[in-house]
C-alpha cells in the first residue's frame, strides 16, 4: 500500500510524538476554521511551539496532514501557507461529499446482511425527529446526532477506502454534514430546512431497508445538496456568515 509522505512519518515517529501531533492537528485545525490565521498567511513550526504547547516535530507533521487535507498549501519561501477558498471550491466539496455519500448509500442497501444492523442509522434518525425544533441550547445535540447518522450510513458501506476518501472531502471548510445545518433562531429559513433534511434522513433508511441501490444514492446525494441551500442562505448575510466556522478562509466575489 502507498502512503501519503505525512502518513508514512507519523507510522516511523515515536508513540508520544504521534500522540502530541493528534492533538496539535485538532488544535491547528481549529485555529484554522476559527480564523485564528488569514487566508495566505505563512504559517511556520517555531511560534506554534509555545502556542500550542509541543515540540517542533508534531507540529511539522500536524502541518504536513493539514496541507495534505487541503487546508494549507507549501510556501516557496519555506513553511506553509494558509489556503483561501472560492465559493467554487466549497460548492465541488458538497458535490464530491454528495457523490461519496451517495455511494456509501448504495453499497449500503447492497451490502446488508440482517435487518438490525440499520439499528444505530435509526436511532439517529428517531432521536432527530423527537427535536425538530431544537433550541440553541439543544442544538449541539441535534448536530452530534446529524454527524452520527452520516457516519452510521458510512459505516454500513463496509468500505474502509471510501472512508478514508470521504474523510479527506470532509476536513475542508463547510464540506461536512453538520457545517452548514442552522438552528431556526440564526436564519429564519432554517427551520424548513431541517424537516426537509429529516424526511431525507426518513427516506434513506427505507430505501436500504427495501435494498433499492439506486433510489438510497439518489436521495444521499440530493440530501448532500441541502448544504449548498444552506450555503446560498448564510451567504445572503454577511453578518452572520462571518461567524460561520471556517468563513474567514473564502473569498466571497
Request: hydrophobic content about 45%; proline content about 5%; aromatic content about 4%.
Amino acid at each position: 500500500m502507498e502512503f501519503r509522505p505525512s502518513e508514512s512519518r507519523m507510522r516511523s515517529a515515536p508513540a508520544e510524538d504521534i500522540s502530541q501531533t493528534g492533538r496539535a492537528l485538532l488544535n491547528l485545525r481549529e485555529m484554522l476554521l476559527r480564523g485564528d490565521f488569514r487566508a495566505g498567511e505563512r504559517i511556520s513550526e517555531l511560534p506554534l511551539v509555545p502556542r500550542l504547547g509541543v515540540s517542533r516535530t508534531p507540529i511539522r507533521l500536524a502541518l504536513d496532514r493539514l496541507a495534505n487535507e487541503g487546508l494549507l498549501e507549501a510556501s516557496p519561501t519555506g513553511g506553509f501557507m494558509v489556503r483561501a477558498f472560492t465559493v467554487a471550491d466549497i460548492w465541488d466539496a458538497i458535490e464530491l461529499r454528495g457523490v461519496l455519500e451517495g455511494t456509501a448509500a448504495r453499497l449500503a442497501a447492497e451490502r446488508l446482511t440482517a435487518d438490525d444492523e440499520l439499528d444505530a442509522l435509526r436511532k439517529c434518525r428517531d432521536e432527530m425527529e423527537s427535536m425538530l425544533a431544537p433550541t440553541l441550547e439543544s442544538f449541539a445535540q441535534y448536530l452530534d446526532l446529524n454527524e452520527a447518522f452520516h457516519s452510521a450510513l458510512v459505516d454500513l458501506a463496509r468500505s474502509p477506502m471510501l472512508r478514508r476518501t470521504l474523510e479527506r472531502v470532509l476536513s475542508l471548510p463547510f464540506a461536512s454534514p453538520s457545517a452548514l445545518v442552522f438552528a431556526p433562531t440564526q436564519i429564519p429559513q432554517a427551520e424548513g430546512m431541517l424537516v426537509l433534511g429529516q424526511e431525507h434522513h426518513k427516506a434513506i433508511v427505507e430505501a436500504i431497508e427495501g435494498r433499492q441501490g439506486t433510489r438510497a444514492e439518489s436521495l444521499a446525494r440530493e440530501h448532500a445538496r441541502l448544504a449548498r441551500r444552506n450555503l446560498e442562505m448564510a451567504l445572503s448575510n454577511k453578518d452572520f456568515f462571518s461567524s460561520v466556522p471556517g468563513a474567514s478562509l473564502v473569498r466571497v466575489v
